[in-house]
């Protein structure tokens, strides 16, 4: 896509918004088939195994038992790994939970413009539809205070795909995926890649927010939370895979260390660049009817 035209609050199909943020590093709720069914194109999201080698999202059922008899059902994710042995039976199974695969992370165009992945709600979305969030200087939690974290972002266009639609998300809250921005209710992350939970940060709100709890955040400048995200990001991340701390550098760096900020936003066409990252490229069309 070219770059997107700003947006106006009060244009038709333009909403008023805000943004969190959290990498549990589950399988994807748009990686279960159950969830997929209606998308035009059907496209179901990738899901990777412990080592982030691309698995299948879903399989055939291996029993033929009264309970779940021809049923295609995703693979298990590693925040809710309980039936693994049963997936032992699968054909070509290798033996992992599934997981959110690492290039799923936040990918900088330019100062301006970037793309990611979110959580959105349920009222709202539906698997691979894309929004356009354009931030605005406001902070959900705090209105009416501006900081500078806020004001440094606003303008910034963040376009995003869903592939997750969460309980705990509200309508108009995307809720992006950045890895080490917070495990939130559930976590694959810390085991799949040999951490602590704490290593992570605060559950809601990850590193940054573990980095705002240390100062006083009305009076602290930007470069200071900026410079104490990006030397939790390499202590946690020097060791593992690129991809992670990229993505976790993207909050300092692209993001401004801006916490929960506001946005407009409306439905918009999916970069060529989200849509090649969620696409499983095991499935590629939809299942065939069982019976």
């Given at each position: 896509?070219?770059?997107?035209?700003p947006?106006?609050e009060?244009e038709?199909?333009?909403?008023?918004?805000?943004?969190?943020?959290?990498?549990?590093?589950?399988k994807s709720h748009?990686?279960r088939?159950?969830h997929?069914e209606?998308?035009q194109?059907?496209?179901?999201c990738?899901n990777?195994?412990?080592?982030?080698?691309?698995?299948?999202a879903?399989y055939l059922?291996p029993?033929?038992?009264?309970?779940?008899p021809?049923t295609?059902l995703g693979?298990?994710?590693?925040?809710?790994p309980h039936?693994?042995?049963?997936?032992?039976?699968a054909?070509?199974?290798n033996?992992?939970?599934?997981y959110?695969c690492?290039d799923m992370i936040p990918h900088?165009v330019?100062?301006?413009?970037?793309y990611?992945?979110?959580?959105?709600?349920m009222?709202?979305?539906?698997?691979?539809?894309?929004?356009q969030?354009q931030?605005?200087g406001g902070d959900y939690f705090?209105?009416?205070?501006?900081r500078?974290?806020h004001?440094?972002?606003?303008?910034k266009?963040?376009v995003?795909?869903?592939s997750?639609v969460?309980?705990?998300?509200?309508?108009?809250?995307?809720?992006i995926?950045?890895?080490?921005?917070g495990?939130g209710a559930?976590?694959?992350?810390s085991?799949?890649?040999?951490?602590?939970?704490?290593?992570?940060?605060?559950?809601?709100?990850?590193?940054?927010s573990?980095?705002?709890?240390?100062?006083?955040y009305?009076?602290t400048?930007?470069d200071?939370?900026q410079?104490?995200?990006?030397?939790k990001?390499?202590?946690?991340?020097?060791?593992?895979?690129?991809?992670?701390?990229?993505?976790?550098?993207?909050i300092?760096?692209?993001?401004?260390a801006a916490?929960?900020?506001?946005?407009?936003?409306?439905e918009?066409?999916?970069?060529?660049?989200?849509?090649d990252?969620?696409?499983s490229?095991?499935?590629?069309?939809?299942?065939p009817?069982?019976?």
């Amino acid at each position: 896509m070219d770059y997107p035209p700003p947006l106006e609050e009060g244009e038709p199909g333009v909403k008023v918004g805000w943004a969190s943020r959290y990498w549990d590093g589950c399988k994807s709720h748009c990686s279960r088939p159950e969830h997929v069914e209606n998308t035009q194109p059907w496209a179901i999201c990738r899901n990777c195994d412990k080592n982030n080698k691309e698995m299948p999202a879903y399989y055939l059922h291996p029993d033929a038992g009264p309970y779940w008899p021809g049923t295609y059902l995703g693979t298990p994710s590693g925040c809710d790994p309980h039936d693994m042995a049963m997936w032992a039976k699968a054909p070509d199974y290798n033996g992992s939970a599934a997981y959110t695969c690492w290039d799923m992370i936040p990918h900088v165009v330019n100062d301006t413009l970037a793309y990611a992945f979110a959580a959105t709600s349920m009222e709202e979305s539906y698997c691979g539809k894309c929004f356009q969030l354009q931030f605005d200087g406001g902070d959900y939690f705090n209105p009416g205070r501006p900081r500078e974290t806020h004001r440094a972002l606003k303008g910034k266009i963040l376009v995003v795909l869903s592939s997750n639609v969460g309980g705990d998300v509200g309508k108009g809250q995307f809720d992006i995926m950045i890895p080490a921005g917070g495990l939130g209710a559930f976590d694959g992350f810390s085991s799949q890649i040999g951490v602590a939970k704490s290593d992570l940060g605060a559950t809601m709100g990850g590193l940054l927010s573990t980095c705002i709890s240390g100062v006083d955040y009305f009076k602290t400048t930007m470069d200071v939370l900026q410079e104490c995200v990006r030397e939790k990001c390499h202590k946690v991340f020097d060791s593992k895979a690129k991809d992670l701390l990229n993505g976790c550098l993207f909050i300092a760096d692209w993001y401004m260390a801006a916490d929960n900020p506001t946005h407009i936003y409306k439905e918009t066409e999916c970069p060529q660049y989200l849509t090649d990252k969620y696409r499983s490229t095991i499935h590629t069309a939809k299942p065939p009817p069982l019976y």
